[in-house]
């Protein structure tokens, strides 16, 4: 960029964080921070891959923003989609069973992609507005059945599920639950089928309504379940008359290399959350799916109204821009390309690790990967202070925007690109972050 440009840019940036400092509230994240820096970057273009600042600075998305511009930045098909609805029509409610075709395909759509008998879509803004419907909706059921007493909530340590109240109260990682207030009736258990088992011996099968899980936790450090975990889950369930739920906000619509993340594991829950993936962030919403045995006995058991819903629950132009998502997700093979640049990151994490005996843990799987930095590999032992977040800083200055995980004592690298990251781009990435380790090592690691 020539001077002036260059001048002019800093000054469109200087202003426009002025505004930002005065005005904009932002989620996660510290108040001090923003008042002392300002925003970071202001984008303002969005390509592939890539995104662009204000002052022209291009950085790879790394983790396709929060883990949801699945097809990627600037896809004009997606904004004509809107346009094209928008035209006919805006917005009509969903309440007391009026409809529209948007929503009534892409329910269609969803049940269509769904494994097993998940057929029923309850739509919503996103994710956490999700998972607040499947929690509400799992104790109606049992409601319903006149066992009133199952209202619990069991849920993994090191898991996230969103920051509504029900929502927060579910999360996992207690940084969340300090923030106040928590619902009452959720409890937390280790990733293995013992702790589960000791939980539901301390709370009472006839208390608890259901057990929530991500396939792969995504916020809590990418981490995979145990082999045969959700076998055994699923098994557990069922003996103890407990809903089964999947919170596939970010494993849902191909982050894993399948449909959905669960399928990787053979089993069909009972419920399923959606969001994120559904729209590749596009427009905002999320939903719940349930089984079709579970909407039959709804049906059956209710003569009330489902006291249930949100303005914005099958919002038109939100369902037109999603069923265009998917659509392109699957006219272009993304999936595929999912599981094939998940196979170069394998490798790239593996060449990383050859080259670097700080690295370990590797683990992921399609476009969902991360791995650990450690002092002692063999003992699990962490460097005093996080290493992954000055990696994640310099990575940042070389054009890379990456995650740092450093929650319940972890100091991991997390990296989830949009579907269309090609093999040399993949490439770049792994180049940054050996670049930026490097030089963090030089500075002396503590």
């Given at each position: 960029?020539?001077?002036?440009?260059?001048?002019?840019a800093q000054e469109k940036y200087e202003e426009?964080?002025?505004?930002?400092?005065?005005?904009?509230?932002?989620?996660?994240?510290?108040?001090?921070?923003?008042?002392?820096?300002?925003?970071?970057?202001?984008?303002?273009?969005?390509?592939?891959?890539?995104?662009?600042?204000?002052?022209?600075?291009q950085v790879i998305d790394g983790l396709s923003?929060?883990?949801?511009?699945?097809?990627?930045?600037?896809?004009?098909?997606?904004?004509?989609?809107?346009?094209?609805?928008?035209?006919?029509?805006?917005?009509?409610?969903?309440?007391?069973?009026?409809?529209?075709?948007?929503?009534?395909?892409?329910?269609?759509?969803?049940?269509?992609?769904?494994?097993?008998?998940?057929?029923?879509?309850?739509?919503?803004?996103?994710?956490?507005?999700?998972?607040?419907?499947?929690?509400?909706?799992?104790?109606?059921?049992?409601?319903?059945?006149?066992?009133?007493?199952?209202?619990?909530?069991?849920?993994?340590?090191?898991?996230?599920?969103?920051?509504?109240?029900?929502?927060?109260?579910?999360?996992?990682?207690?940084?969340?639950?300090?923030?106040?207030?928590?619902?009452?009736?959720?409890?937390?258990?280790?990733?293995?089928?013992?702790?589960?088992?000791?939980?539901?011996?301390?709370?009472?099968?006839?208390?608890?309504?259901?057990?929530?899980?991500?396939?792969?936790?995504?916020?809590?450090?990418?981490?995979?379940?145990?082999?045969?975990?959700?076998?055994?889950?699923?098994?557990?369930?069922?003996?103890?008359?407990?809903?089964?739920?999947?919170?596939?906000?970010?494993?849902?619509?191909?982050?894993?290399?399948?449909?959905?993340?669960?399928?990787?594991?053979?089993?069909?829950?009972?419920?399923?959350?959606?969001?994120?993936?559904?729209?590749?962030?596009?427009?905002?919403?999320?939903?719940?799916?349930?089984?079709?045995?579970?909407?039959?006995?709804?049906?059956?058991?209710?003569?009330?109204?489902?006291?249930?819903?949100?303005?914005?629950?099958?919002?038109?132009?939100?369902?037109?821009?999603?069923?265009?998502?998917?659509?392109?997700?699957?006219?272009?093979?993304?999936?595929?390309?999912?599981?094939?640049?998940?196979?170069?990151?394998?490798?790239?994490?593996?060449?990383?690790?050859?080259?670097?005996?700080?690295?370990?843990?590797?683990?992921?799987?399609?476009?969902?990967?991360?791995?650990?930095?450690?002092?002692?590999?063999?003992?699990?032992?962490?460097?005093?202070?996080?290493?992954?977040?000055?990696?994640?800083?310099?990575?940042?200055?070389?054009?890379?925007?990456?995650?740092?995980?450093?929650?319940?004592?972890?100091?991991?690298?997390?990296?989830?690109?949009?579907?269309?990251?090609?093999?040399?781009?993949?490439?770049?990435?792994?180049?940054?972050?050996?670049?930026?380790?490097?030089?963090?090592?030089?500075?002396?690691?503590?």
């Open positions: 960029m020539e001077t002036k440009t260059i001048e002019k426009l964080a002025g505004i930002d400092k005065k005005h904009f509230m932002h989620p996660t994240t510290s108040f001090k921070q923003h008042q002392e820096q300002g925003p970071g970057f202001i984008f303002t273009e969005g390509k592939g891959v890539y995104l662009k600042d204000i002052r022209g600075k923003s929060l883990w949801n511009v699945n097809i990627g930045h600037g896809r004009e098909e997606l904004g004509l989609a809107a346009m094209e609805q928008m035209k006919k029509l805006a917005f009509s409610s969903t309440f007391a069973t009026n409809s529209h075709e948007p929503a009534i395909k892409l329910a269609e759509k969803v049940a269509q992609m769904t494994p097993g008998d998940l057929t029923m879509t309850f739509f919503t803004s996103g994710g956490s507005e999700a998972n607040d419907t499947a929690f509400k909706t799992a104790r109606y059921y049992w409601q319903l059945k006149g066992k009133y007493e199952k209202k619990k909530i069991i849920s993994r340590k090191k898991s996230y599920h969103g920051i509504s109240m029900g929502a927060t109260s579910a999360t996992g990682l207690p940084a969340f639950r300090e923030f106040p207030s928590l619902s009452p009736d959720f409890h937390y258990v280790d990733s293995s089928i013992e702790s589960l088992k000791e939980m539901i011996a301390l709370q009472g099968a006839e208390t608890i309504a259901a057990f929530i899980s991500e396939p792969v936790q995504g916020s809590g450090g990418v981490n995979m379940p145990p082999e045969n975990y959700f076998k055994e889950v699923r098994e557990i369930c069922d003996e103890n008359d407990i809903l089964f739920i999947t919170d596939e906000v970010i494993t849902g619509f191909g982050r894993t290399g399948t449909n959905f993340g669960i399928e990787n594991f053979g089993v069909v829950p009972d419920m399923m959350v959606i969001a994120k993936g559904i729209s590749s962030g596009y427009a905002p919403l999320g939903g719940m799916v349930i089984s079709e045995k579970l909407k039959n006995e709804l049906i059956e058991l209710s003569d009330g109204v489902y006291m249930h819903g949100y303005t914005y629950s099958g919002h038109p132009m939100c369902c037109a821009v999603a069923l265009k998502n998917l659509e392109i997700i699957e006219e272009e093979n993304l999936i595929e390309n999912v599981r094939n640049m998940g196979a170069e990151f394998q490798k790239g994490f593996k060449w990383l690790e050859e080259r670097h005996e700080e690295i370990g843990n590797i683990r992921g799987i399609g476009l969902l990967r991360a791995f650990e930095i450690l002092k002692d590999k063999e003992k699990n032992i962490r460097y005093s202070e996080p290493v992954s977040v000055k990696v994640v800083e310099e990575a940042l200055k070389l054009g890379l925007l990456g995650r740092s995980i450093i929650y319940e004592g972890q100091d991991t690298l997390a990296f989830a690109p949009p579907f269309c990251i090609n093999r040399e781009e993949v490439e770049t990435i792994i180049s940054i972050i050996d670049k930026s380790l490097t030089k963090v090592k030089k500075k002396g690691l503590k």
